[in-house]
């Protein structure tokens, strides 16, 4: 069996694990390999490598640090094939879509190459008689991240990229669910000229998790995934002093009005519904359509479109859409989905009894298509993280707006419209974090900033973008008066600024 280790100081170790746990393929259910669970002292060694490399680093100028991104960037495009591929028989999702996981985190790596001007402070010349004022953004120390299973190249990436480019050493807690790619990437940054132990990756679960939140050299710690743990993740650390950014889940809802293209937005809701299998924190698990006229076309188009999705394993290149996570997180959404028909939802299709010739054991849930569902049921209240798309019907562009504004989540939502004022209006008053207009899944590139609102984002700087610089560093600011010399007097003496 094939086992999984950290990556501490430059070298994948199995440490003094505190116990394995098993990674499957979720497309078989077969155990695959298994992975080491870190204990307090394999946390130790992974915080007392970064504690000793962190300042030669942080001294490193950022040019040269930029240089190991470019590297980096170059690495992770050679071997995206063998990566996606690996993240794929972790994770289930086909291996196009994994390549997109991948690009999406290796375009922060490239936004971070940029170092040397993000880094920059600000300078004012003359701020008094004789005085100058200047900031600089210094590094943190060493940074943490926790990450979710559903983007095992993507987040890391986010996280580690601009955390290491602005200095920092940093620790990387992966899911432990796909934690094979999180290793490789920490092993191409060493091989792209990073020091040991700027970069490590220790796995595990709450108990690892909760070492890192104790951990005094530990100073800030970013989070990405469900809310309740989100939350769980801000209080501590927050509690504890520590600069903390937590992202949760979503329940993201698209605005269909009655002037949209419904061809084209039927198209948008199946990728943003179905794609990787709905487990996407931007993807659409509620589509609005505003009068009923739009909500019969618009379920019209859905039905066939959905009926004719490829589900299927990874290794079929003619799969559009994976199994899920794991073999609970099937039965789950079977669970919910038989929720929403005793809720009073019209089941248009029902993915609960999916099977596949020779995949029987995988964890599939067939594309499920609901309609007429309402506030009050679980399947609306709930983030079910499966292929299941709801449809709630509005009578109007207001009530639509007001059911986005009440969910308790805001990372995403989208308008679909011809109409250029009642989108400029949805942008301006939705509290959500991330909007898309005629674009279902607006997730902002690289230099742009990324993260929700509402239950979905504790803490107050975004991932990627300008945040993520303001969030690995923070800012000093230097006062100096220079107190006159050569100027007052014989130009002769000696000053002695007495
Ligand atoms: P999760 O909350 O179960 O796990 C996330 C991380 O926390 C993992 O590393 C896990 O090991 C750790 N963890 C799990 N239980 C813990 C506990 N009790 N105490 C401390 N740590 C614990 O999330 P997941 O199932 O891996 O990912 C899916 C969730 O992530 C969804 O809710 C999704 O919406 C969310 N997500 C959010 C974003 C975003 O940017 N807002 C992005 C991706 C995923």
Redesign the pocket.
């Known amino acids: 069996m094939r086992r999984i280790g950290h990556f501490i100081d430059g070298v994948e170790t199995e440490g003094v694990a505190a116990g394995f746990q098993d990674v499957f393929n979720p497309a078989t259910g077969e155990v695959q390999a298994q992975v080491a669970l870190a204990s307090a002292a394999d946390l130790e060694a992974a915080v007392a490598s970064a504690a000793a490399a962190q300042p030669k680093w942080a001294a490193t100028n950022p040019q040269r640090r930029a240089r190991v991104f470019f590297n980096f960037v170059g690495l992770i495009n050679q071997q995206m094939d063998e990566l996606a591929a690996l993240l794929s028989s972790e994770h289930g999702k086909t291996v196009e879509d994994a390549k997109g996981d991948i690009q999406r985190g290796l375009e922060v790596a490239e936004f971070v190459a940029g170092a040397p001007h993000l880094m920059k402070g600000e300078f004012t010349d003359g701020a008094g008689p004789g005085i100058d004022m200047y900031s600089m953004r210094q590094p943190v120390g060493i940074g943490a991240g ?6 095992p190249a993507m ?1 890391p990436l986010w996280m580690l990229s601009p955390a290491i480019a602005a200095g920092n050493a940093f620790i990387l ?5 796909d934690p094979s790619v999180p290793v490789r990437l920490a092993q191409l940054a060493i091989e792209a000229g990073l020091p040991k132990g700027i970069l490590n990756v220790v796995h ?3 108990e690892v ?2 070492g890192i939140l104790d951990h005094e050299k530990i100073e800030a710690i970013s ?8 939350r ?2 801000y209080g501590t650390a927050a509690a504890q002093g520590k600069r903390v950014q937590a ?4 329940k993201n809802h698209m605005v269909i009005m009655p002037d949209a293209d419904m061809e084209k937005a039927a198209d948008a809701l199946i990728g943003a519904g179905y794609g990787s299998a709905g ?4 993807a659409i698990s509620v589509a609005v359509p505003v009068g009923a006229e739009t909500a019969d076309r618009i379920v019209a188009a859905l039905k066939p479109r959905v009926e004719k999705l490829k589900v299927g394993p990874a290794s079929d290149k003619a799969s559009e859409m994976g199994p899920v ?1 794991t073999k609970a997180s099937q039965e789950r959404i079977r669970n919910l989905i038989s929720s929403g028909v005793s809720q009073g939802a019209d089941l248009v299709l029902d993915g609960r009894d999916f099977s596949l010739q020779g995949y029987e054991n995988g964890y599939f849930v067939g594309p499920t298509l609901f309609d007429r569902v309402t506030p009050d049921m679980d399947i609306y209240k709930e ?1 079910i ?1 499966g292929p299941v798309l709801s449809v709630v019907r509005s009578k109007t562009y207001d009530e639509a707006l007001q059911l986005v504004m009440d969910n308790p989540y805001g ?1 995403g939502t989208a308008i679909f419209t011809r109409d250029g004022d009642a989108a400029r209006d949805f942008a301006a008053r939705v509290n959500v974090g991330m909007v898309g207009v005629n674009v279902p899944v607006p997730v902002p590139l690289a230099y742009h900033s ?3 609102w509402k239950a ?2 504790f803490g107050d700087l975004n ?1 990627h973008g300008m945040d993520s610089i303001k969030f690995w560093t923070r800012t000093k600011t230097v006062t100096a008066r220079w107190p006159s010399g050569i100027k007052d007097g014989a130009e002769l003496q000696m000053p002695t600024m007495a």
Not at 173 to 177: D, F, I, L, M, V
């Open positions: 926790i990450t979710p299973f559903n983007f987040i807690k992966p899911s432990e669910r595990g679960g709450k998790v909760d989070f990405v995934g469900s809310t309740p743990i989100a769980y993740v992202f949760g889940g979503a487990e996407r924190c931007m996570i983030e993280f990372n990324f993260g929700g979905s984002a991932q």
